[in-house]
């Protein structure tokens, strides 16, 4: 690792700016965020709980989400602390280890959420347009198998891109305008050549967001087809929605994920930028158990036999 600044010595940390605003502004946000971790970290707490302890939940599509659910909490408690004090502080320093550390979980957390979204649109699919051979497809040991290959590729695919950026050289600047250490701000600031890393990032892309893209758009078509093919109102309305949940997790994240790094704004760490980057760093992974939870009947009856052992 050579970080160097601008006048030639040693550049052991990093300073984020985050969000440039009057005091008042800068409280009434780390307030809103302090209160969205916390509910985010309670909320998918309590879908881990549930499909865990409830033997209805005992099902692929909700062993998955309490998969998702921990991804969430993994992601908000790898970007909401170092971001809250910054908030508090008007920005904050991060050494370069903790940087390439939080870029390492953050990349990793966000490319496992793909596949995982994937893996689960490949469930709703045999379970809408393969019925009658889902149960003997979607064992429980299938789904672990589906699962443990995610984390791995998740967590390994990234590492080349990881250890690339490690030995990147930052001589310009050692402030990153971005309130995390994000992939576009680094490159920004680094006095390297980058188009290495943006190589590999494109590359990587491929296996980590272009197919499972792909998959997830082929297998909602094959879902749609199917789903018109349905004779009756009502088995329309129940077959769609035991997918429909899963659709609007998966449009906002991936409306948010490309609107940052397929489709930026001029200036990759723009404050526009910065807000769709709290909208998946934050909130995504707060109104998905929210929407799980609402809008699903399994997960509110599970809920309520909780809640009445607890007071009973």
């Known amino acids: ?179 995390f250490c994000d992939l576009v701000p680094l490159q920004e600031i680094s006095c390297s050549d980058t188009s290495v890393v943006q190589l590999e990032i494109f590359l990587l892309s491929i296996p980590s967001v272009v197919i499972p893209t792909i998959i997830i758009i082929a297998s909602y078509a094959r879902i749609l087809i199917s789903i018109l093919k349905i004779s009756s109102s009502i088995g329309r309305h129940k077959a769609f929605s035991t997918c429909s949940s899963h659709l609007i997790v998966v449009s906002i994240f991936y409306w948010t994920l490309f609107s940052v790094y397929v489709f930026p704004t001029k200036g990759g760490a723009s404050s526009m930028n910065k807000i769709f980057s709290l909208l998946y760093t934050v909130f995504t992974p707060l109104i998905n158990p929210i929407i799980y939870s609402l809008r699903n009947k399994d997960i509110r009856q599970a809920m309520n036999k909780i809640v009445k052992k607890s007071f009973t």
């Open 1 to 179: 690792m050579n970080l160097l600044d601008n006048n030639g010595t040693t550049v052991t940390e990093f300073f984020l700016i985050g969000f440039q605003v009057n005091k008042c502004l800068r409280l009434f946000l780390f307030c809103l965020l302090l209160v969205a971790s916390f509910a985010t970290i309670c909320g998918n707490l309590l879908i881990i709980v549930l499909v865990s302890t409830s033997r209805s939940l005992h099902t692929p599509m909700y062993f998955f989400i309490s998969q998702l659910s921990a991804n969430d909490i993994l992601l908000t408690t790898d970007i909401a602390p170092n971001m809250l004090n910054i908030l508090l502080n008007n920005g904050g320093t991060i050494t370069f280890s903790n940087c390439i550390t939080q870029l390492y979980f953050f990349c990793a957390s966000e490319t496992f959420e793909c596949l995982l979204l994937t893996v689960m649109s490949y469930d709703r699919y045999l379970a809408i347009c393969n019925p009658l051979r889902y149960t003997s497809i979607m064992t429980h040991v299938h789904c672990v198998k589906l699962l443990v290959i995610c984390w791995l590729i998740g967590f390994s695919i990234i590492l080349t891109d990881i250890l690339t950026i490690s030995r990147l050289q930052f001589c310009k600047s050692n402030i990153i305008d971005h309130f």
